[in-house]
């Protein structure tokens, strides 16, 4: 048995026969279908005639119609001045999206995104692997922001518990030859575990076949390289990157709507990561399917943030209406924002993903950025250590896990701020709300 709700068919047909008896209506007919779930509006419609004295007429009455032929068969004949009015009108239907339609993570393989729940130990496991005393590497395509550093805070966290050493750590500075020659460095040590975030799937992936071939662990954060299949690495650690666009895509929707705006751009990523591109396509689902009101002006892609600026601008210049832009991730962002400021349309809302420093202090002030989905990179990072962990007990890995991310605005950025850093805000961001009028109160 389940809980089941219905409506009050037989009090909604009750009212409704009511409310034409005292329009002054005697001759009312009855038509419905044969099958019914509950099967009462009859009832209703008689009580009310009824409770009226009106007279029950059969041959108004047909409960049990099966198609759409025979409700004009009943109207043909006791309506009969309708048959040469009849029309076929089709009414537009609107697209009502609910929470309840949330998106599926997929992996590069399209398998669905598992959660850090299925990843926790027990004490015993937890016992047993601080006694092999495993070691780790860690291979960055660039660090120095926030979010890398958050991984390894997390990662950090897990690992000192269960007494695995981290022995060296490498930052690509987004240079994917660069990161070949780390990864080979770093093969020499011998660890028991790799934890890389490639730089360009096509140009490391003999790089990392060499490392899958060696024995060592792999675990890939949010790409896998040309080649390699489940398998031959333990696990994809990413977020949910279909809800991250979402996030994004809901946050310049509705941003746009509040305003009144009606055009917009896109500045994507365009290199081959499915990662960006699951984001930035169900973002463009959003926007299309969703907000049909807006103006999708036109659309660049670019492959490194040292493209953006010029190409910000080219696009402002091609289409001077746009009102608000989506961009990938705050990087390319803040790019944006210096090629607007110079063009002097700091009137632009941006909409983008990741919460870093810069874009939180920007959307303090009242900036140009408007809303953005942060991820937590330092719950990725202990998802990250705990597939390691399980790893080295030979113990069953899903082959992608999705970590959820957080909806952003000036609204809620302080509450955010500590989600996603772990610490209270800093006094330079309180200090910035105080630069916004409009957001003073968000401080206290």
Known sequence: MADMIYTDTMDGAYKAARHLIKKGHERIGFLGRSRERTPHRLDGFKKALQEYG???????????LQKEQDVFDVLDRNV???????????????????SSTCGIGRGPFGEKAASMNDLMLSEKERQSIRSKKATAVISFHYAGKAW????????????????????????????????CRQLESLRMLEPDILIAMPTDNKITADAFRRIADSGIRLILISNVPD?????????????NEHSHGQNMGHGLGE???????????????????????????????????????LHLCGSVRFGKEDEVYQK????????????ALYISWDGPAMEVIAALTELGRTDIAIVTSDLDYADAVNMARG????????QCPYEQGQAIALAAARSILNKEVPSFIGIESISVT???LLKSWKKVFKEEPRQELLEAFKENPNYVSAVH
């Open 80 to 98: 009969p001045a309708c048959k040469d009015i009849y029309q076929t009108v089709t009414l537009p239907t609107k697209l009502a999206v609910r």
């Open 255 to 293: 941003y746009m709507s509040q305003h009144n705006l009606k055009h917009y751009g896109m500045i994507v990523h365009g290199a081959d990561f499915y990662a960006t591109a699951q984001r930035d396509n169900a973002a463009k689902q959003v926007l299309g399917e969703e907000c049909p009101s």
């Open 148 to 179: 890398m550093e958050l991984h390894l805070k997390g990662i950090r966290n897990i690992f000192d518990s269960l007494g695995i050493s981290i022995i060296g750590t490498t930052d690509a500075h987004f240079d994917p030859r660069l990161q």
């Open 367 to 374: 900036g140009m950025i408007k809303a953005l989905s942060a």
């Open 410 to 412: 000036s609204d809620n």
């Open 227 to 239: 080649g390699l299949h489940p398998g031959d690495y333990v696990t994809c650690v990413s977020i």
């Open 54 to 64: 009106i007279p029950e007429v059969p041959e108004y009455i047909h409960p049990y």
């Open 312 to 323: 910000a601008g080219d696009l402002i210049r091609r289409y001077p209406e746009i009102e």
